[in-house]
Nanobody, 126 residues
Framework: QVQLAESGGDSVQAGGSLRLFCTAS????????KVWFRQLPGKEREGVAA????????WYVDSVKGRFTISKDNTENMMYLQMNSLKPEDTAMYYC???????????????????WGQGTQVTVSS
């Protein structure tokens, strides 16, 4: 099973920026869809952004469009989430996930992903 590891989480003030990193242990990467999720305690995981491994296609939840950018570096087995104009409601634990299946219309559902990292905490204060 592919091991994923997130990093880059921190505490920032509203309006600030953070860049999250996700590394994968498998090379070459066999996944076809990589996704960032976030979760608050007691809440369900929310799909934030997705990227197809072998194409430039990306998907975003409406609440982060125009503020977050998902990207990847296949040569380094890395995925990134650039988060700008952060808001207190972006506060959550952020997870990266991957699947050998392609990113479909329901990319935001956690049930499609079998590889998960341990999460990195993002806290945005007002």
């Amino acid at each position: 099973q592919v091991q994923l590891a997130e990093s880059g989480g921190d505490s920032v003030q509203a309006g600030g920026s953070l860049r999250l990193f996700c590394t994968a242990s498998e090379y070459p990467d066999s996944s076809n869809c990589k996704v960032w999720f976030r979760q608050l305690p007691g809440k369900e995981r929310e799909g934030v952004a997705a990227i197809a491994t072998n194409s430039p296609k990306t998907w975003y939840v409406d609440s982060v469009k125009g503020r977050f950018t998902i990207s990847k570096d296949n040569t380094e087995n890395m995925m990134y989430l650039q988060m700008n104009s952060l808001k207190p409601e972006d506060t959550a634990m952020y997870y990266c996930a991957s699947s050998r299946a392609g990113c479909g219309l329901s990319w935001y559902l956690p049930k499609w992903y079998n590889n998960w990292g341990q999460g990195t905490q993002v806290t945005v204060s007002s």
